[in-house]
């Protein structure tokens, strides 16, 4: 079985936006007004925000014209903290998803699969984040943690990255090549494109669902359930990181800076189904953001948090305590 489609249109954007040279500015303050702005941009943890943008819509156009059995259904993204106190407290989050409504299907032969296993694989071309740092021993440890975690019953095997061109949602290679692809840090433009405009300088991190299903013959897509479980059948997962952003390895996370293991953790837990959660404000008289309860898939990136707390574990466990039975 092959998959090699290609939305040609979304492909030369991504071979341009590659061209060009790119910096990373320091994110900086903004004002309530702009952040709150940002927020319904590019995506605060929502259920609306969770639906695929127009870029996004318009791939699953070109899925559905190229006859694919699968779609991008979300983008979950990971935010950055950018926020002043200008109003007495504003509630930019209140989520409570836990868990996404796709999942995986052991030993589904339509995304290949390794039996029970869940394999990974990060693509060399972008493994640099920041031009310098190699981020992949980051991105290792966040799914070693994830393993090891309470609950912990999905083998999750990396693979090696064989040179093919990975991505389901700029390709011209094989998005099959494992269920979890990190494609990588890629310039803020692009997040622009594809999640909107805005999303270059609030969007740390992204991870896209694809899951399986049928178009008909008015390109709309039903997604199938073929283990009864009343989710949806996730295809693959693909995480990318905002190289705009000034990046490092050391556990440092502030206004300007960002840990890549934090991003990686929050993202790839995304990528084994969990969903955002916990309530967001900024508070006036202190001018700090303030967070119930603290977590590392709370939607904005608030801190160095490299493992799971309490609600990460016990929405793991739900699900995975069972895995591979359903």
């Not at 966040?142 to 083998?155: I, K, L, M, R």
């Not at 095997?157 to 390709?171: H, L, W």
């Not at 099959?176 to 692009?190: K, M, Q, R, S, Y």
């Amino acid at each position: 079985m092959t998959r090699r489609l290609v939305p040609l249109c979304l492909l030369a954007v991504f071979t341009m936006a590659c061209n060009e040279a790119t910096t990373s500015p320091e994110p900086g303050d903004a004002s309530v007004a702009e952040s709150q702005a940002l927020f319904k941009k590019v995506g605060a943890a929502t259920p609306a925000a969770q639906k695929a943008s127009a870029h996004l819509q318009q791939l699953n156009d070109q899925l559905a014209q190229a006859g694919a059995d699968y779609a991008v259904a979300r983008a979950e993204l990971a935010l950055s903290p950018k926020a002043g106190p200008d109003q007495a407290l504003i509630v930019f989050a209140n989520d409570r998803m836990l868990r996404l409504n796709s999942r995986w299907v052991p030993g589904d032969a339509r995304r290949f699969a390794d039996g029970a296993n869940l394999t990974h694989l990060y693509y060399q071309a972008f493994a640099l984040a920041n031009g310098s740092i190699d981020s992949e021993p980051a991105i290792d440890a966040s799914f070693e943690t994830w393993a090891a975690a309470q609950c912990g019953n999905v083998p999750l095997v990396k693979r090696a990255d064989q040179g093919v061109f990975p991505s389901a949602v700029f390709f011209g290679g094989d998005p099959f090549v494992a269920d979890i692809v990190t494609l990588g840090f890629l310039p803020g433009l692009i997040f622009d494109l594809v999640l909107g405009d805005g999303a270059a300088e609030g969007v740390l991190g992204v991870t896209f669902t694809f899951v399986f299903g049928s178009f008909d013959a008015d390109g709309n897509f039903t997604p199938s359930d073929i283990d009864n479980n009343g989710l949806e059948d996730t295809a693959l997962k693909e995480v990318w990181y905002n190289d705009d952003f000034a990046w490092n390895t050391d556990g440092v996370t502030d206004i300007d800076n960002t840990d890549i293991e934090t991003v990686a953790f929050h993202e790839n837990g995304h990528a084994l189904e969990l969903g955002h959660f916990g309530k967001i404000a900024i508070n006036a008289s202190s001018g700090m953001l303030v967070v119930s309860p603290r977590a590392a898939m709370n939607a904005i990136i608030l801190g160095t948090l490299r493992s799971p707390l309490g609600t990460d574990n016990s929405s793991f466990c739900g699900n995975w305590a069972k895995w591979p039975n359903r």
